[in-house]
């Protein structure tokens, strides 16, 4: 069974902070995806980044950057120099593949609400 | 026209009564599915459609069928639900075929049955 947990229920910041937000997984995969999703009052998730197992590269794209550590089994992510416009619901997800491939379901965290306060 | 749009975006029935969701994606993905978010749970998947065939069931109540005519369509059609089954409920779709590929989301239908 996968299983991931976002530990953080809500944190509140205000702007102009940095921000981190914590994702551990559990899988019994070798070969795994990460991903992380967005979704804003209008409830729409939008994604933000995908990550599979074998690139432990982190990666940054503007203010947004994430920290994948296959030790500790987390793939953080971390918004520089918050902004009101980041409020929302942040969701951290996996996703195996099968053998032969095929379409897959994601596991979901809980969510962590994020808000950024003006 | 957006990627994945669902119709209706509320709705509230009666546990007898008999509805549909609709969910469409204009994105040219072979792969479409359902999963419902409620308060009190993490978003859970309910199904899996594959080039129009149905590849995962995650033990969903048969009160929730779903149907999915092409690669472009995915309905969720109810009928007697229950109380608890208030939720959202989104659409996604990706290009299937490996879980490699991230998966778009619709803007979801807020479900209330009274």
């Known amino acids: 069974a996968q299983k991931v947990t976002q530990a953080q229920t809500e944190i509140s910041v205000v702007e102009k902070e940095d921000v981190t937000l914590d994702c551990v997984y559990e899988?019994?995969?070798?070969?795994?995806?990460l991903f992380w999703y967005k979704q804003p009052p209008s409830g729409e998730l939008v994604f933000l980044i995908r990550r599979n197992s074998f690139d432990e590269q982190n990666e940054i794209s503007g203010r947004y950057s994430w920290n994948f550590q296959k030790s500790t089994s987390s793939f953080n992510f971390t918004i520089t120099a918050s902004q009101v416009v980041d409020s929302a619901v942040y969701f951290c997800a996996l996703s195996t593949g099968r053998s032969g491939g095929g379409a897959d379901g994601l596991t979901f965290g809980k969510g962590t609400h994020l808000i950024i306060q003006p | 026209e957006t990627g994945v749009t669902q119709t209706p975006r509320h709705l509230v029935m009666g546990m007898t009564n008999k509805k549909s969701l609709k969910c469409e994606q204009h994105l040219g993905h072979n792969a479409m599915y359902w999963y419902k978010q409620s308060a009190k749970k993490p978003l859970e998947l309910m199904f899996v459609?594959?080039?129009?065939?149905?590849?995962e069931n995650n033990s969903v109540p048969s009160r929730f069928s779903p149907e999915c005519p092409n690669s472009s369509h995915l309905f969720l059609h109810l009928h007697t639900l229950q109380p608890e089954d208030s939720a959202l409920y989104l659409c996604?779709?990706?290009?299937?075929?490996?879980?490699?590929?991230?998966?778009?989301f619709g803007p979801g239908t807020r479900l209330t049955v009274t």
């Open positions: 459609y594959n080039f129009k065939e149905q590849t």
């Open positions: 899988t019994r995969d070798t070969t795994y995806y």
């Open positions: 996604a779709s990706s290009q299937a075929q490996h879980a490699t590929y991230e998966q778009y």
